[in-house]
């Protein structure tokens, strides 16, 4: 299975245009939000601009695509307008995706607010069961996080009990976030396979199904989540060379979400694409 490469593009010219700037820079698969990330309100896809979409990837060799939900979403909030949001805006989500088939739809487990973590996780467990169908085609997935403030997903064995947590486990996975990781407190810099090996005994690799590629500005461990360009952070190009070259990695759609423009993306894509053949740049 061959490398899938993207970013993150701004949704505002409809789904067509964006499989078009994923052309253009040479990316086979992209993130998008759903809807505007800080706000409430959502808009239907339209159903001739998602079957062009379709239809451009098709024969390119695309991978999968990773929408992203709202940050406002918040399924452990202490307040239940606010669960009670999170819940309808991930089923319309949902919903909307069905015109694409297949997609993943990542979201941020959630931040409990001084509840704890046990609480938060009961939270988002319930919030889920009113969300998760097996006869929908897309597959959520909880994004590990940096551990900022009271965020629940910093560690593997948060997310693994969110997964055994919910009736239709069948309907989770898991995207992994490099910065997120990193700030976290699992050195993928100097010990990638170890992590791997720890995110398979807790959560099981075939849970999986996404790569968020950011390089961190801090250090180990710093529970701070500030992204950085591929190469300019505290991971460094070896560690994407590693990542990108790993075995038990192949196949994975894999995301930037660095601060950049199309441009800076098209030549991290190109970066990682060499490095995967093994010819530094
Ligand atoms: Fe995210
Ligand atoms: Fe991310
Ligand atoms: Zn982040």
Redesign the pocket.
């Known amino acids: 299975m061959g490398l899938h490469l993207g970013c993150h593009l701004s949704a505002s010219g409809g789904l067509l245009a964006m499989g078009h700037d994923a052309v253009a820079i040479g990316a086979t698969t992209f993130a998008f939000f759903t809807r505007n990330p800080r706000g409430g309100n959502a808009r239907d896809y339209d159903p001739t601009d998602a079957a062009a979409l379709v239809e451009l990837m098709e024969g390119r060799g695309f991978g999968p695509l990773v929408a992203h939900a709202p940050y406002t979403m918040n399924l452990c909030s202490a307040k239940e307008d606010v669960r009670e949001f999170g819940v309808r805006a991930m089923r319309e989500d949902l919903a909307k995706l069905e015109l694409l088939g297949g997609t993943y739809y990542n979201f941020h487990p959630g931040s409990h607010v001084g509840q704890g973590s046990e609480r938060g996780i009961e939270l988002i467990v319930e919030g889920l069961d009113q969300v998760l169908d097996p006869s929908l085609s897309s597959t959520v997935l909880l994004?590990t996080m940096a551990g900022k403030g009271t965020e629940i997903g910093r560690g593997f064995e948060e997310l693994a009990a969110i997964i055994a947590g919910v009736r239709h486990p069948e309907c989770l996975g898991v995207c992994l976030?490099t910065c997120?990781v990193h700030d976290a407190g699992y050195d993928i810099v100097d010990d990638l396979e170890g992590v791997l090996d720890e995110f398979d005994a807790v959560i099981g690799l075939s849970r999986l199904r996404a790569l968020?590629l950011?390089d961190s500005k801090n250090p180990l461990g710093s529970h701070k989540d500030r992204h950085e360009r591929i190469g300019e952070g505290e991971l460094g190009v070896n560690t994407f060379a590693n990542i990108v070259r790993n075995e038990r990695l192949r196949g994975l759609p894999m995301v930037l979400?660095t601060p950049n423009e199309l441009e800076g993306y098209a030549r991290e894509i190109a970066l990682l694409r060499d490095l995967a053949e093994g010819t530094d740049s």
């Open positions: 994004e976030d997120h968020h950011n979400e």
